[in-house]
């Protein structure tokens, strides 16, 4: 009985839908649109069926959340992009670009993912987006003869290091102290290691690159011109194109280097101690960095938190001059042979990255990151050390907060002799960098907290830091410095952070966007913006 009757109203379905079809075609999606248009445009043999993740499938979501590092744009609330591109050959990226503006479709870029404010893969401004994922497009190779190497968008810094230190052990490059950072947009917005007081950054050190223009068109650096290469080395990710690949010039290392990492509490001096670490680190020897983190730790007395500082130092060279370098010129800190351990590079390099010792090094072939949080990050930078009782009232605020982080990152050496207009990245002759993060695990129901708390700590530190502009850095982006509303922000309202991350370099920069990307199809919250086009009398 029931077989029939279903039956009849199946073909009674049926006949409705394809009358429906026949008559009114259900409109192509816009996934359906870009499909088509994406394997019209790829030109190259190379299949790609596997590359498109739609939301209504169950990758999606893996795949989305993959690479992202800040969970604060991952929950139900932040907008989602109605389709992930994973490209799997570099013509598949010329055709996103094509695509995209084809059919008007706002497009982000993900390399490594480490964007302090997702920008990769949520846009606040507009919808609908698209990601394009350059996670498959990973290779590295790396020429020892020419000391170079030529490595692709979605590579983490870590496999390049890796495939640098397998070929070399008196090789190096002066990159990111974290290792699963994407080399794609990590290194155009400057990117700062623990060689930079000896080498400069790793966009003082990039020779040639591959992007793809507005156009949908591959560049390298004799096709872009001197300007636009200029501004990708430093201008920040996705205002000029899509990097991808980058040709790094590789620096020598020694077979030897040296670490140490030594504490030190508010209870065993650390307030004098960092008062002198500001005007010893940024001028003692080059080959030697020694960042600080602060954070909390627990007191002496039960239930009790006190503030800590841990010197965490890597050295170019061996054990005995480097204690020579710190009797010399830190002996405050008290560092003896016994604290420091003799290592090649490459495990130096693990060990700055945080990783426990005795982690093998194929760890960074994982390109994995060492864990997730909700967090919020900016940044300052010194010129003058910041006085005792300024220290003294960052204390009582640090104390205030579940779980803060402060890294303090010198300067000087190699980083205040290249001029401040060579690449974009304009923060040279300062003494340290700071970082303020506050991490937490417990989704967005405490973000208001910690937000407010940052915020707080950010305006207790004007007086200490540089002024005229309050110069930040790009690779921390900041949303607080303001957004562009949408995309066709002005001039006006994009120097608001501008002049910040760029300083006078913002106006070259401008200018080069004008120039190579007028309509301003490369855009996010924090784009370079374009002058807008002189009208016709
Ligand atoms: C845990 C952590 C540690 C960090 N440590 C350091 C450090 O030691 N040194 C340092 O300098 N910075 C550090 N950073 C900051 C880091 O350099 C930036 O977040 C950088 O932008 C990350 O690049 P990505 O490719 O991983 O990020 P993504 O989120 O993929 O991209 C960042 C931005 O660049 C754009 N972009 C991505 N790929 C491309 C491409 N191929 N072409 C053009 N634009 C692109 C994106 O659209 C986005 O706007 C750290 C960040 C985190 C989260
Ligand atoms: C897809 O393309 C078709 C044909 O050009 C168009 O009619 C349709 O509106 C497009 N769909 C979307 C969602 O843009
Ligand atoms: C997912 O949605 C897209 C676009 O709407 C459609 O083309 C596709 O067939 C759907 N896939 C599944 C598994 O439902
Ligand atoms: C600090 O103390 C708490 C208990 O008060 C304990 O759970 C925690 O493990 C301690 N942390 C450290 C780093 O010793
Ligand atoms: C920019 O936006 C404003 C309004 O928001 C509009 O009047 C103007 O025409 C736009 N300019 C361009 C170049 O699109």
């Known amino acids: 009985m029931m077989l029939p009757n279903f039956s009849v109203s199946s073909l009674v379905f049926f006949l409705l839908i394809s009358a429906s079809w026949a008559h009114t075609r259900t409109p ?42 800040n969970l604060r744009y991952l929950v139900p609330s932040m907008p989602k ?29 993900r390399s490594g993912g480490h964007d302090y404010e997702g920008l990769s893969y949520v846009s606040q401004i507009e919808t609908p987006f698209i990601v394009v994922d350059l996670a498959k ?23 390049v290091y890796y495939r640098v230190a397998e070929k070399s052990k008196t090789h190096g490059f002066p990159a990111g102290l974290c290792t699963s950072l994407g080399v794609g947009g990590h290194i155009t917005g400057g990117a700062y290691g623990s060689m930079m007081r000896k080498y400069g950054l790793a966009a003082d050190n990039a020779i040639d690159a591959r992007i793809v ?34 040709k790094i010039k590789l620096v020598p290392v ?64 061996g054990a005995d001059r480097l204690v020579h370098v710190m009797q010399k010129s830190f002996p405050e800190l008290g560092v003896t042979r016994k604290d420091c351990t003799e290592t090649s590079w490459i495990k130096a390099v693990l060990f700055i990255a945080g990783y426990p010792s005795g982690t093998p090094t194929e760890v960074l072939l994982q390109g994995k990151s060492t864990g997730k949080n909700y967090f919020k990050a900016k940044s300052d930078f010194v010129q003058n050390p910041i006085p005792e009782t300024g220290l003294q009232g960052l204390w009582k605020r640090l104390l205030q907060e579940a779980s803060p982080l402060m890294i303090l990152t010198p300067y000087g050496g190699m980083m205040s002799k290249i001029s401040e207009s060579a690449i974009p990245f304009p923060h040279r002759g300062v003494l340290f960098k700071i970082q303020y993060v506050s991490g937490w695990q417990e ?88 002058l807008p086009k002189r009208g016709h009398h």
């Open 28 to 69: 192509p999606s816009i996934q359906d649109n870009l499909t088509k248009c994406l394997s019209k445009y790829s030109q190259t043999s190379v299949p790609f069926s596997q590359a498109f993740f739609t939301p209504n499938t169950s990758t999606f979501t893996t795949v989305l959340e993959s690479s992202a590092q």
């Open 443 to 530: 989704g967005d129901k405490t973000e208001a907290k910690h937000m407010n708390w940052i915020r707080k700590l950010y305006s207790y530190m004007a007086p200490y830091v540089t002024m005229s502009p309050r110069q930040a850095y790009v690779n921390y982006k900041d949303l607080d410095l303001g957004i562009n509303k949408k995309s066709n922000t002005s001039f006006i309202e994009a120097s608001s952070w501008g002049y910040r991350y760029f300083k006078d370099n913002f106006n070259r920069l401008v200018k080069i966007k004008t120039k190579v990307d007028p309509n301003n199809f490369f855009r996010h919250e924090q784009s370079i913006p374009p």
């Open 254 to 317: 020694p077979a030897t280097v040296t670490v140490f990492a030594v504490a030190k509490t508010l209870e065993t001096g650390a307030t004098k101690l960092l008062h002198r670490w500001q005007q010893v680190a940024p001028v003692i020897d080059e080959d030697l960095f020694i960042r600080v983190f602060i954070q909390l730790a627990n007191g002496t007395k039960t239930g009790s938190k006190t503030v800590t500082t841990v010197y965490q130092a890597q050295f170019l060279g």
């Open 213 to 246: 223009d507005v156009k949908g068109k591959i560049l390298d650096r004799k096709a872009m011109g001197e300007d636009l290469f200029w501004a990708i080395r430093g201008g920040g990710g996705a205002s000029f194109g899509i990097i991808l690949w980058w």
């Open 137 to 159: 497009l990973r290779s590295v190779n790396v020429d020892i003869k020419n000391n170079a190497a030529w490595i692709q968008a979605g590579a983490t810094i870590g496999e």
């Open 81 to 109: 992009p109605e389709f992930i591109f994973t490209p799997v050959h570099d013509s598949h990226v010329q055709a996103a670009v094509i695509c995209s503006k084809k059919l008007q479709i706002h497009l982000r870029v």
